[in-house]
């Protein structure tokens, strides 16, 4: 199998080295090497500032080598799934680890992908409620969300990999004790909270952004969704306004080399190297200036920046919960899991 | 059923030159019909056209300008016309074909093939897309092949052609199946009868008369190819710059909250529309000033 898949990628290469004119020998990529970069929608502009200068650096350190990038942009899980079909990504960067899982059990990333910087994640945010000008319903933790009468939008988890990241941080937040008058890890209490909430759920939202749009034409009292989303909507002169709950969870959005598709196209050195450029300081900054995301260091991202970014009072991660796999099971599972049945009973 | 559309579409159209002395002969109720018709339509079509345009070009044409600055702009509007266009010449042809072949030709399997025609209108394009990824999709056996032959479908233009023959599949070959019908194979055969083959006589008799149908067809092809998103977004990969069309681009737009430059770039695709719909209506009146003077 691994001699197939040497095979190809040797014919594949000298397919490449034929073409720029080089004579065997290693693989090297064609000048100017192209990168197929496949990503979430939302950090769509935050890349076209990262890639320029990422693009100028390679050049400097390369002897003038020339990067050309392709890039792709659309919902995390659907793009995760069409590398899979075959889209050609060296490079991934998408909405949440599971998404990047589903490519390695497809046999298309070999390494341990979470074994680089920062647990291969990139970049970061947190769970909040976006409200009205005023936050007229007073909402401010978990529990405001299930009051009577209330119009909540959120995504839907069934078509957005992302709203998974809502939940989460309802879950989370109840199982760590830090919502009133539930206990910490009482499951059942969980399960009353997002039966409560999605109860009161008016539109499912196609994902995380379709929820700010649908709040911003006047639909809902309040739409969960990230911290990000907010800021970008503000910056775009929309008039909501951002709560933070007391606890809620540090959203974490990994970037991926897909080792198959970069090695086939004799790309895996600039690929790595782009990785890398994402990790780093330069990039961060423009993370957090265009993006509006958090840094992915949890404490760092607790305390915030004292000016733009709140420091938060209670933030957790997937990891304090034990995991996707876990989380997968008991919050998700069907039909035992803790939201699968608070869903049923709150819209049955 | 197009024909007797368009009739009424003429009748309601009729000038109202003879004015006062046809007002007192029509009925209210008459009126009623025609308010509800004119209310229903401009609700549904007239005031969200209205919205977009007011909402694109308010600020005259600074949001335009934004929206064609952004990265992939220009190359999505060029690739959406350019799709569309071959979209609409490839069905032009084989629509017409398939036409004739519906209504000349008796053979089993026949009205299977004419419930297949209209497959495409009742499936959802999103679902389209999903088969034509499942069928020609680069680790499936058909795009594999291909693949190795140097032809990528899926994630490359090709796939985006092929979504767009399929979408639009039925529009020339309904359009143009009526007036063959009308036609009398009388005038073929007697064209045969004098000595001219197959295809001169389809050639001189029959293309002729079908022209401006396959012109309308292939225009409605065109304008509605312009605006497929669901087939596209799920075979196009949405590269920037390559693989990016134009409804796309607009739904990226609203993504990022630029309302303003999704909308004059949607007033320009629907403007497009709107002129082909147009050039559409002449023909196909022409048409019928030829068929029935």
């Not at chain 1, 919960?321 to 009973?345: N, S, Y």
């Not at chain 2, 693949?147 to 899926?154: C, E, K, L, S, T």
């Amino acid at each position: 199998m691994a001699l197939i898949a040497a095979l190809l990628a040797a014919a594949a290469c000298s397919k490449s080295t034929a073409n720029s004119g080089g004579s065997g020998g290693p693989c090297t990529p064609s000048d100017p090497a192209v990168i197929t970069f496949a990503a979430y929608s939302t950090p769509r502009e935050v890349y076209g500032k990262i890639i320029p200068a990422f693009q100028a650096k390679w050049k400097e350190d390369h002897n003038g080598q020339n990067v050309i990038f392709q890039e792709s942009y659309g919902g995390s899980t659907s793009q995760a799934q069409n590398v899979i079909k075959g889209f050609p990504a060296d490079v991934v960067a998408l909405s949440l680890a599971p998404d990047v899982d589903v490519i390695a059990d497809a046999g298309l990333i070999t390494h341990d992908w979470t074994q680089v910087a920062d647990g291969g994640m990139v970049s970061a945010s947190v769970v909040v409620f976006d409200v009205r000008p005023g936050n007229p319903k007073q909402l401010v933790d978990w529990g405001d969300l299930t009051q009577s009468g209330l119009d909540i939008l959120t995504p839907d988890p069934a078509a957005s990999g992302g709203a998974r990241w809502n939940i989460v941080a309802t879950y989370g937040a109840a199982e760590r004790g830090k919502v009133s008058g539930i206990a910490a890890s009482d499951d059942a209490g969980a399960g009353q909270l997002l039966t409560g909430i999605f109860a009161n759920v008016r539109v499912l939202d196609k994902s995380a952004r379709d929820s700010i749009k649908n709040f911003e034409s006047g639909n809902g009292d309040v739409a969960i969704t990230y911290e990000n989303e907010v800021f970008t909507a503000q910056k775009a002169g929309l008039e909501d306004e951002m709560v933070i709950p007391p606890s809620t969870v540090l959203i974490e959005n990994p970037v991926a080399v897909v080792d198959k598709n970069a090695a086939d196209h004799c790309v895996t050195d600039v690929a790595n190297g782009f990785v890398d450029f994402l990790h780093s300081q330069d990039a961060k900054d423009l993370y957090a200036k265009t993006g509006f995301l958090r840094p992915t260091d949890p404490a760092q991202a607790q305390q915030g920046d004292g000016d733009k970014f709140a420091a938060i009072q209670d933030l957790f991660t997937v990891e304090d919960l034990g995991g996707w796999d876990q989380i997968d099971t008991k919050v998700f599972g069907d039909p035992d899991g803790i939201f699968t049945k608070a869903f049923k009973e709150a819209t049955g | 059923m197009a024909k007797t559309l368009d009739r009424t579409l003429e009748e309601d159209r009729a000038p109202p030159a003879k004015g006062a002395a046809r007002f007192s002969r029509l009925h209210a109720g008459r009126w009623g019909l025609r308010g509800v018709a004119i209310v229903y339509l401009g609700l549904l079509v007239v005031l969200p056209l209205t919205a977009v345009i007011v909402k694109g070009y308010g600020q005259g044409l600074v949001s335009l300008r934004h929206a064609l600055a952004a990265p992939g702009a220009v190359a999505a509007i060029r690739l959406t016309l350019f799709t569309s266009a071959i979209a609409a010449i490839v069905n032009g042809v084989l629509g017409t074909l398939i036409a004739y072949v519906l209504v000349r030709f008796r053979f089993p399997g026949r009205s299977t093939l004419a419930t297949v025609v209209d497959m495409p209108f009742a499936i959802p394009t999103l679902v389209t897309g999903v088969m034509l990824v499942a069928l020609y999709g680069p680790n499936t056996p058909v795009g594999g092949f291909l693949a190795r032959h140097g032809i990528d479908v899926v994630f490359a233009v090709p796939g985006i052609v092929l979504a767009l023959l399929v979408v639009t599949l039925p529009l020339v070959i309904r359009t143009v199946e009526p007036v063959l019908l009308e036609l009398d194979p009388a005038e073929e055969e007697a064209a045969r009868v004098l000595g001219a083959g197959g295809w001169t006589a389809f050639r001189r008799v029959v293309l002729p008369a079908l022209r401006p149908a396959i012109a309308a067809g292939a225009l409605l092809t065109f304008a509605r190819a312009l605006g497929e998103f669901g087939a596209i977004v799920i075979v196009s990969g949405n590269i920037t710059g390559k693989t990016l069309t134009a409804p796309y681009f607009i739904f990226q737009l609203t993504g990022n909250f630029r309302f303003e430059e999704a909308a004059a770039v949607s007033a320009i695709l629907f403007g497009l529309s709107f002129v082909l719909v147009l050039v559409t209506e002449r023909l196909v009146k022409n048409r019928e000033a030829r068929v029935s003077p």
